[in-house]
T-cell receptor, first 116, second 110 residues
Framework: NAGVTQTPKFQVLKTGQSMTLQCAQDMNHEYMSWYRQDPGMGLRLIHYSVGAGITDQGEVPNGYNVSRSTTEDFPLRLLSAAPSQTSVYFC???????????????FGQGTRLTVV | QQPVQSPQAVILREGEDAVINCSSSKALYSVHWYRQKHGEAPIFLMILLKGGEQKGHDKISASFNEKKQQSSLYLTASQLSYSGTYFCGTGMEYGNKLVFGAGTILRVKS
């Protein structure tokens, strides 16, 4: 059972380049989300999804796009990379129970992105 | 909208106790607690639902006071393995999304 798999683990981009961070889970979780982690800022929510075809913005969505065509995959796209997007990115997934509460979130191992 | 955690950092000796607090300006439906070791992904500790319940396993427990919109994580008789960054995550009723605080760095020394 792989859980949540993120690729790549490390990436260096030049300013203005675009790329897609991949996230896949094999637990049939409805809820998937992307966070970025910066020193002293904790985990900040970028985008999230409660099922295939349904996405919504989190706290820091600017400069990022998402789509969810299947239950398993939730890719994060950087449209035009900027140095301010240098961060560690985590994907997480969980079940959603009655009332909209998330159960235990499982995190991927993270992608360390540097934009130069 | 991020919950506020306090303290930002705490240093303990083995065997000492610690309390980490998490508060929100919005009404909460659930509170999650996670621990992250350096260079690793966050790992789930526990979830608390509104109703003022207290949960725990081993020497780590937590409480949730929805009237005060606060939760506290209690670590008793701390061990070296407790070192890491602790995050609280908050969920609003019917809100689905999970929003985390800035974290509390806990270091346990021998």
């Amino acid at each position: 059972n792989a859980g949540v798999t993120q690729t790549p683990k490390f990436q260096v981009l030049k300013t203005g380049q675009s790329m897609t961070l991949q996230c896949a889970q094999d637990m049939n979780h409805e809820y998937m989300s992307w966070y970025r982690q910066d020193p002293g800022m904790g985990l900040r929510l970028i985008h999230y999804s409660v099922g295939a075809g349904i996405t919504d913005q989190g706290e820091v969505p600017n400069g990022y796009n998402v789509s969810r065509s299947t239950t398993e995959d939730f890719p994060l796209r950087l449209l035009s990379a900027a140095p301010s997007q240098t961060s560690v990115y985590f994907c997480a997934s969980s079940y959603v129970v009655f009332g909209g509460m998330n159960t235990e979130a499982f995190f991927g191992q993270g992608t360390r992105l540097t934009v130069v | 909208q991020q919950p506020v955690q306090s303290p930002q950092a705490v240093i303990l000796r083995e065997g000492e106790d610690a309390v980490i607090n998490c508060s929100s300006s919005k009404a909460l439906y659930s509170v999650h607690w996670y621990r992250q070791k350096h260079g690793e992904a966050p790992i789930f500790l526990m979830i608390l639902l509104k109703g003022g319940e207290q949960k725990g396993h081993d020497k780590i427990s937590a409480s949730f006071n929805e009237k005060k919109q606060q939760s506290s994580l209690y670590l008793t008789a701390s061990q070296l393995s407790y070192s890491g960054t602790y995050f609280c995550g908050t969920g609003m009723e019917y809100g689905n999304k999970l929003v985390f605080g800035a974290g509390t760095i806990l270091r346990v020394k021998s």
